[in-house]
């Protein structure tokens, strides 16, 4: 069996693609944008050689990619693959006589050839490739929701918790502040304790020198009538 050939690597230009042509290059760049093939480049949906340009390796790499998809699903018999390849090898920048050439050279090749052919199977390489884009944009949109949700999760977790946090410190607040008024009465009351008990300890002790000042009277009138007695009886 004859081993199936890489055609994409014969048509590299057709894939990267500079942003702006080089000035010398400028009258051949357009007759091939607008000979038909230039018309409908074959880029990823979405992508733009201008303005927000991505990653130019991430592009790369992804155009890689849709070379080896084209490659895999090259169609059977002469088509627009191969049309691009013998384009391509025959200039860099081909024009309208280049793609005259090619044409005849393709229907040498192939007698049923026709623009329209040639046309309908561009088309059908830029679907697979929109196709497989549109796969890979799917699982990108659909990994970005799954972050997104992730996101939002913790997000909302930690927003949930710190509002937990701000409730609790809010309580351990009001507590110190209560704790606080507090200590202040304790410390207010232990200033005024000595003050209560003062007075108190002043009136026992008025009260224990009345008494021994009274005992130590009634003693005294004891004593001198004792004395009397003993002296006048």
Do not use: C, W
């Amino acid at each position: 069996m004859e081993e199936k050939k890489d055609k994409g690597n014969s048509f590299k230009r057709l894939f990267f693609r500079d942003a702006e042509p080089p000035a010398s290059d400028t009258g051949q760049t357009e007759t091939r944008m607008n000979s038909g093939i230039g018309n409908n480049p074959v880029y990823p949906s979405g992508f733009s050689v201008s303005g927000n340009v991505p990653d130019k390796t991430l592009v790369e790499d992804f155009v890689q990619r849709l070379r080896n998809h084209i490659n895999q699903s090259n169609q059977p018999g002469f088509d627009f693959i191969e049309f691009t390849e013998t384009l391509f090898e025959e200039s860099q920048n081909p024009n309208k006589d280049v793609y005259k050439m090619v044409f005849r050279i393709a229907q040498k090749i192939d007698r049923t050839l026709t623009p329209e052919r040639l046309l309908q199977s561009a088309n059908f390489y830029k679907e697979l490739i929109q196709q497989a884009a549109d796969a890979e944009i799917i699982k990108g949109e659909s990994k970005k929701k799954t972050l997104l949700a992730e996101k939002e999760t913790e997000k909302n977790n930690l927003d949930q918790n710190l509002k937990e946090t701000r409730t609790k410190t809010d309580q351990l607040n009001a507590q110190i502040m209560e704790l606080q008024k507090k200590e202040i009465s304790l410390r207010n009351q232990l200033s005024a304790i000595d003050q209560k008990y003062n007075s108190q300890f002043t009136d026992i002790e008025t009260k224990l020198n009345a008494i021994n000042a009274a005992k130590e009277q009634v003693i005294v009138s004891i004593v001198d009538i004792e004395a009397g007695v003993k002296t006048n009886l």
